[in-house]
């Protein structure tokens, strides 16, 4: 959520932000700028995506070797070409971009107002800005990583920031909490990102920047200490994405590419996992919490948003074969509120980039509780697997597409390996039945392939719906979360408002929506719900409702029934979830391609949302 | 979920029926229908409402001493004249009405068909029909009561029934298994309902039906058995419901009436709880179960719909207060899985109707898993505080309107006293604070009365959004499930597609319908959420959303960033949800008035959800 970028060294610097940028778009594109250095500083900011920043610099000056860029996901105030970053100081001297939200802007507004400073734009953004000017001219030795410092310790709130002064022209600060910064190492020569994606065409040295950490950049030196004035010695790591990961390899968008990733990617998510004789799991990360995780009275699930639902997946898992309560929970509520964690109590927090401000907010506390914290996250070395005490990387690869596909079937194929083998550790599942699952595991490849072959006919169906203002996805037990996923899939990507419910639940509102214009997906294969979701599809055609019905083929019976349907392979319930919601990502696809909407970069959203 | 009545006397049946029915119309009203019987039977049946039934039957015969009703809400096949009930058998001879879901209609239908049988419906019911007379002309000792008791063991579902049969005039046949039924015992006469209602008006004397209860009801004659042939004592109880609850007091509408009746009914559910002295709180139904409240490891809260938005009001009291974890769940997912419950373990079943099939089955299941169960219901004698262990009564009055308003409150009131007195057993809240949020509990009628006294300023406030296609709604702590009944009660009255969220979630997907046609309902009162949900307002505002406000009286900043506000007194975080719902209902209701639907009786629902 926003992308930084920023270069310091002796090349040109605007194509490198520029392209920066690009890769960062998925974070907001509300608006961007960027902000060159060859002594004096220019900046041009534009409304809208990047693109439109390209069009506008197009007849600029854009020498410079030092530079800072910014891509918006707007918090306070709209999207303009004011509010857009970078921004500068009164007396233009102190530029920067920022990531974040500085709550206290408003008291800090105020009193740099008193002080007699005026403001451009209605972001907090300026706020800081014109506050680094303050201090910088107040303090004796005048130093800007002195002023960042001194600054950011007035400052409540999250943010990743890098400054520029055109007082001391050869310099870069950077500094985060909460916000992601990365930095990337070259030749004599430095690359900032809120992510590693713009920085691994150039390196693929980077270090992390940590909470609190202030970084002083220079072409020929790097120097990182706290904000209490501590030094840091910086530890540089390596990160190993390939560039082509990056690209749309041939499809039209980032959506498609990873939908039909995911034959591969949930093999990568399970591969090395399962022992070649199918008959046992191993999870490295586990390994030193297995014996808590057995003996845990109660397991707390966090997420937002598509990781949530992989955690209702999981609980349904967890508590079916490992007897262990569950409580799944939004972190956005859990960490403003005072859950209940006990002795022993493990929490697993899930989040594709292992930045999400909220669930990482909310394993700060619950550590502080003394709970234990187990990650599953996408993005190695990001925030969220620092702050655990062990957790299972999801090895989806990049995600780029802000609605999240491979990455939530990574999660729930990770969350699936763990709640089996815990039961196996437990003892409260037999071998048996957990050969049969692995089993069922390592099929899923093969049956997402089998229903990525339904595209054409997801297609046709899609042409029918696609005017539609409404839609409701039902499902029972395991596919219950997959109807709230699919739901959020055509919400995010279309606009159309879906919503999913427990299909038990429709008669207790919903169904007050069904009319001959609602199309209604209800996702009902052949298990042991079958049977109450057809009750349930009777109620709604009784209503005139249009059913879309995910279903096993060959069931001949609620083929005729329904209005539509897609086929899918028939599979073990508990791992039914990875194949249901194949179709019902293309059905979401499809739809927004129809209504002519900007799949990968979908209106207001932004990928790994590090605000709250 | 369909309303059934009968009569059997010396009276005209007709009027008891069709007035009856209109006391049950709440329960469904896609279509209604009538069999009158004076020696021979006749049968009227009509889609749509009652009224039009009454219309049809204007200019027929209507004589008769015997006869039994119908309202539907349709499960199988869509409302039409043939597929409302009464059903006759193929000969003409057995006529009956039926609530409830024949589940293995289907292969009773082949057998049937295989006798050669023909069928003019789509429904279940008329399986039953000609399955009941199939029997009864095989059986040797041709007797209703045997065909019904012999069919009714081939039966899987569940059903509450009325059956007449030509060749026994003089007698009617009762039974149920699921669904609800009532008999009235009037002197040499019975009346019959799905619930007290209809019946209140003749008498206060009430038999409750059992599952698998038989009742054979003649003018003079009442006797009970079971589906094994047992004979059983029927129990009478004294039922005190005034009529004039059942009427609409002076308000348009019963839902009107229902939300202007809060201050007195939240004062009801509290009243005789807490002690005069304000010091203390009794719950005499719980006294028994207090240890083991106490005590336990764990709570788990079932409801559908409203009564799960209570729920989770009663999962962050209860957390918060009595460090009790708590897990709130569909009732309609709960039955059919395995969930965990351990020893100790506490399940506390909300159901306005005491009937909502989904919740009776869960808890029946959780009691053969031993856990204790407790009942927070509204209608005194009904089937699930039949089967709990203990429980408290919600005390409401009989609410009439499909969208619950005041239900919700008592219960939110009562699971309120609840939680606090459990803490208060426990030890978890000091004196000091227990105090503070009794005092706050009476209080409530006062600011309820504040909130309703708004009506004007939110009828022109609906005037604006009456258009809308969609709504969010938004809350965070105590008042997320707030957002979620506000969405509910808009949903089921208006139609327009509104969803809740937890403001902090609006990020992850639901931010991608905002746009400036979309009303956005954020509830945000001055607690510690407040500065967090207006960082989601500014969020909806930069996207150009149009943000109504419930807030607190004096809350200029606030007033300005908004497009519309609604104001409601101050008061402690833990009891605001009773406050803040207020103007949510009000918003409902008028918007749905605008838009010129049926408030009280909302397309597709029906109250009482006695089928899953």
Same mark, same amino acid.
């Given at each position: 959520?926003?992308?930084?970028?920023?270069?310091?060294?002796?090349?040109?610097?605007?194509?490198?932000?520029?392209?920066?940028?690009?890769?960062?778009?998925?974070?907001?594109?509300?608006?961007?700028?960027?902000?060159?250095?060859?002594?004096?500083?220019?900046?041009?900011?534009?409304?809208?995506?990047?693109?439109?920043?390209?069009?506008?610099?197009?007849?600029?000056?854009?020498?410079?070797?030092?530079?800072?860029?910014?891509?918006?996901?707007?918090?306070?105030?709209?999207?303009?070409?004011?509010?857009?970053?970078?921004?500068?100081?009164?007396?233009?001297?102190?530029?920067?971009?920022?990531?974040?939200?500085?709550?206290?802007?408003?008291?800090?507004?105020?009193?740099?107002?008193?002080?007699?400073?005026?403001?451009?734009?209605?972001?907090?953004?300026?706020?800081?800005?014109?506050?680094?000017?303050?201090?910088?001219?107040?303090?004796?030795?005048?130093?800007?990583?002195?002023?960042?410092?001194?600054?950011?310790?007035?400052?409540?709130?999250?943010?990743?920031?890098?400054?520029?002064?055109?007082?001391?022209?050869?310099?870069?600060?950077?500094?985060?909490?909460?916000?992601?910064?990365?930095?990337?190492?070259?030749?004599?020569?430095?690359?900032?990102?809120?992510?590693?994606?713009?920085?691994?065409?150039?390196?693929?040295?980077?270090?992390?920047?940590?909470?609190?950490?202030?970084?002083?950049?220079?072409?020929?030196?790097?120097?990182?200490?706290?904000?209490?004035?501590?030094?840091?010695?910086?530890?540089?790591?390596?990160?190993?994405?390939?560039?082509?990961?990056?690209?749309?390899?041939?499809?039209?968008?980032?959506?498609?590419?990873?939908?039909?990733?995911?034959?591969?990617?949930?093999?990568?998510?399970?591969?090395?996992?399962?022992?070649?004789?199918?008959?046992?799991?191993?999870?490295?990360?586990?390994?030193?919490?297995?014996?808590?995780?057995?003996?845990?009275?109660?397991?707390?699930?966090?997420?937002?948003?598509?990781?949530?639902?992989?955690?209702?997946?999981?609980?349904?898992?967890?508590?079916?074969?490992?007897?262990?309560?569950?409580?799944?929970?939004?972190?956005?509520?859990?960490?403003?509120?005072?859950?209940?964690?006990?002795?022993?109590?493990?929490?697993?927090?899930?989040?594709?980039?292992?930045? /999400?401000?909220? @669930? =990482?907010? +909310? *394993?700060?506390? %619950? !550590? &502080?509780? $003394?709970? #234990?914290?187990?990650?599953?996250?996408?993005?190695?070395?990001?925030?969220?697997?620092?702050?655990?005490?062990?957790?299972?990387?999801?090895?989806?690869?990049?995600?780029?597409?802000?609605?999240?596909?491979?990455?939530?079937?990574?999660?729930? /194929?990770?969350? @699936? =390996?763990? +709640? *089996?083998?815990? %039961? !196996? &550790?437990? $003892?409260? #599942?037999?071998?048996?039945?957990?050969?049969?699952?692995?089993?069922?595991?390592?099929?899923?490849?093969?049956?997402?392939?089998?229903?990525?072959?339904?595209?054409?006919?997801?297609?046709?169906?899609?042409?029918?719906?696609?005017?539609?203002?409404?839609?409701?996805? =039902?499902?029972?037990?395991?596919?219950?979360?997959?109807?709230?996923?699919?739901?959020?899939?055509?919400?995010?990507?279309?606009?159309?408002?879906?919503?999913?419910?427990?299909?038990?639940?429709?008669?207790?509102?919903?169904?007050?929506?069904?009319?001959?214009?609602?199309?209604?997906?209800?996702?009902?294969?052949?298990?042991?719900?079958?049977?109450?979701?057809?009750?349930?599809?009777?109620?709604?055609?009784?209503?005139?409702?249009?059913?879309?019905?995910?279903?096993?083929?060959?069931?001949?019976?609620?083929?005729?029934?329904?209005?539509?349907?897609?086929?899918?392979?028939?599979?073990?319930?508990?791992?039914?979830?990875?194949?249901?919601?194949?179709?019902?990502?293309?059905?979401?696809?499809?739809?927004?391609?129809?209504?002519?909407?900007?799949?990968?970069?979908?209106?207001?959203?932004?990928?790994?949302?590090?605000?709250?």
């Amino acid at each position: 959520m926003c992308g930084i970028v920023g270069y310091i060294g002796k090349k040109n610097a605007y194509n490198i932000l520029i392209n920066g940028l690009k890769r960062l778009e998925y974070r907001g594109y509300d608006s961007s700028g960027i902000a060159l250095s060859n002594g004096t500083t220019r900046i041009y900011k534009k409304q809208g995506k990047i693109s439109n920043l390209e069009d506008f610099v197009a007849d600029k000056r854009v020498d410079g070797n030092i530079g800072i860029a910014h891509t918006r996901w707007a918090t306070h105030g709209e999207p303009s070409d004011e509010n857009a970053h970078p921004h500068q100081s009164q007396n233009g001297k102190i530029t920067l971009v920022h990531n974040g939200i500085i709550e206290n802007y408003a008291i800090l507004k105020e009193r740099l107002e008193e002080k007699g400073y005026t403001f451009q734009s209605q972001t907090d953004t300026e706020v800081l800005a014109n506050l680094i000017e303050y201090v910088y001219n107040k303090i004796d030795n005048r130093s800007l990583e002195e002023a960042v410092r001194l600054s950011l310790e007035k400052v409540v709130g999250a943010y990743g920031i890098i400054v520029m002064c055109d007082d001391e022209p050869k310099r870069l600060v950077a500094s985060r909490k909460g916000s992601p910064l990365v930095i990337g190492v070259g030749d004599n020569e430095y690359y900032i990102g809120s992510d590693a994606t713009p920085l691994v065409e150039y390196t693929n040295q980077m270090i992390y920047l940590q909470d609190f950490n202030i970084a002083i950049i220079e072409e020929n030196s790097f120097t990182l200490k706290t904000i209490q004035n501590n030094p840091v010695t910086p530890e540089i790591k390596r990160v190993d994405i390939q560039v082509d990961q990056l690209d749309k390899g041939g499809y039209e968008h980032y959506m498609l590419k990873e939908i039909y990733e995911q034959p591969t990617t949930i093999e990568q998510s399970f591969k090395g996992r399962i022992a070649v004789d199918g008959k046992s799991i191993v999870l490295g990360g586990l390994i030193d919490v297995m014996p808590q995780l057995v003996k845990a009275p109660r397991i707390i699930i966090l997420g937002c948003g598509t990781s949530w639902h992989a955690g209702l997946v999981a609980e349904y898992l967890i508590e079916t074969y490992c007897r262990i309560p569950v409580e799944v929970e939004y972190a956005s509520e859990f960490r403003y509120r005072t859950p209940v964690i006990n002795k022993g109590d493990v929490i697993i927090a899930v989040s594709q980039s292992g930045e /999400t401000a909220d @669930t =990482l907010a +909310a *394993i700060k506390k %619950a !550590k &502080e509780d $003394g709970a #234990i914290i187990i990650g599953v996250c996408n993005v190695v070395g990001s925030s969220i697997p620092r702050e655990t005490h062990a957790g299972v990387y999801t090895h989806a690869g990049v995600e780029i597409g802000v609605a999240s596909t491979k990455a939530f079937t990574a999660q729930v /194929t990770v969350l @699936t =390996l763990m +709640a *089996i083998q815990i %039961a !196996k &550790e437990k $003892g409260s #599942i037999d071998q048996s039945e957990y050969e049969i699952l692995i089993q069922e595991i390592l099929e899923v490849p093969n049956k997402v392939r089998v229903a990525l072959s339904k595209e054409d006919k997801i297609k046709s169906i899609s042409d029918k719906y696609s005017d539609a203002v409404n839609a409701l996805y =039902l499902g029972r037990g395991y596919l219950f979360p997959v109807a709230l996923e699919g739901a959020l899939k055509l919400k995010e990507v279309s606009y159309i408002h879906a919503e999913g419910y427990a299909a038990g639940e429709m008669k207790h509102g919903p169904i007050a929506l069904v009319d001959d214009n609602l199309p209604v997906v209800a996702v009902a294969p052949k298990d042991h719900y079958y049977e109450k979701v057809v009750s349930n599809i009777q109620e709604v055609k009784a209503r005139k409702g249009n059913v879309i019905a995910v279903l096993n083929e060959g069931d001949l019976n609620l083929k005729e029934m329904v209005n539509d349907f897609i086929e899918i392979p028939s599979c073990h319930p508990a791992i039914s979830p990875l194949v249901a919601v194949i179709p019902l990502q293309l059905l979401a696809y499809h739809i927004a391609l129809n209504r002519g909407c900007d799949v990968d970069q979908p209106r207001n959203l932004a990928k790994s949302v590090t605000v709250e």
